[in-house]
T-cell receptor, first 112, second 118 residues
Framework: KAGVTQTPRYLIKTRGQQVTLSCSPI?????VSWYQQTPGQGLQFLFE???????NKGNFPGRFSGRQFSNSRSEMNVSTLELGDSALYLC???????????FGQGTRLTVV | DQQVKQNSPSLSVQEGRISILNCDYT??????FLWYKKYPAEGPTFLIS?????DKNEDGRFTVFLNKSAKHLSLHIVPSQPGDSAVYFC?????????????????FGQGTILTVHP
């Protein structure tokens, strides 16, 4: 089986712009979740989608949003980028049970 | 409020010896626990997991122990190999909460850097 695929791998954006990141889950996995990793805060949960519905949400501002399509592929969007949004963004897909999340390689976002 | 804690930022062991990585949690709703290995600029790789109905789970060189009363879990790697050198994260997820499910949300510890010396 192919693993979780995230695109793009690297991205440089300017403060104030918006960005969209993409994630293709493992075939058959209906749950897709997103995480932000920064040196100071570690791995922080952003949100989770299951069957096109947001099922869980972390403590991030409304500038961070996501969606899931009928084929389980997911996108996350960050609007009005701030310097502090520079991070490694990770997508994970999970089977229904057990809750073992399998991660993609991540997208390294740099905001300048 | 950090609900999952890895109090040792780093651990150094000799090749062939045992590596023991520790993790503590505070949320009693957590009932599934996982360990991941991570290299810089890559996504975490799933290693092993344990449900709260068990106290031990083995997979090859990796064993996870869970002490529910102490809210503590540990990962044992025996024997340790230089290729095991990486950052190790423990993570926890919970069951049904307020009619929904939080299994899709993992709460991670801050990680422990393991270095295995040849």
């Amino acid at each position: 089986k192919a693993g979780v695929t995230q695109t793009p791998r690297y991205l440089i954006k300017t403060r104030g712009q918006q960005v969209t990141l993409s994630c293709s889950p493992i075939s058959g996995h209906r749950s897709v979740s997103w995480y932000q990793q920064t040196p100071g805060q570690g791995l922080q949960f952003l949100f989770e989608y299951f069957s096109e519905t947001q099922r869980n949400k972390g403590n991030f501002p409304g500038r961070f949003s996501g969606r899931q399509f009928s084929n389980s592929r997911s996108e996350m969007n960050v609007s009005t980028l701030e310097l502090g949004d520079s991070a490694l963004y990770l997508c994970a897909s999970s089977p229904s049970l057990p809750p073992q999340a399998f991660f993609g390689q991540g997208t390294r976002l740099t905001v300048v | 409020d950090q609900q999952v804690k890895q109090n040792s930022p780093s651990l150094s062991v000799q090749e062939g010896r045992i590596s023991i990585l520790n993790c503590d949690y505070t949320n009693s709703m957590f009932d599934y626990f996982l360990w991941y290995k991570k290299y810089p600029a890559e996504g975490p790789t799933f290693l092993i997991s344990i449900s709260s109905i068990k106290d031990k789970n083995e997979d090859g060189r990796f064993t996870v122990f869970l002490n529910k009363s102490a809210k503590h879990l540990s990962l044992h790697i025996v024997p340790s190999q230089p290729g095991d050198s990486a950052v190790y994260f423990c993570a926890a997820s919970g069951g049904d909460v307020a009619g929904g499910t939080s299994y899709g949300k993992l709460t991670f510890g801050q990680g422990t850097i393991l270095t295995v010396h040849p």
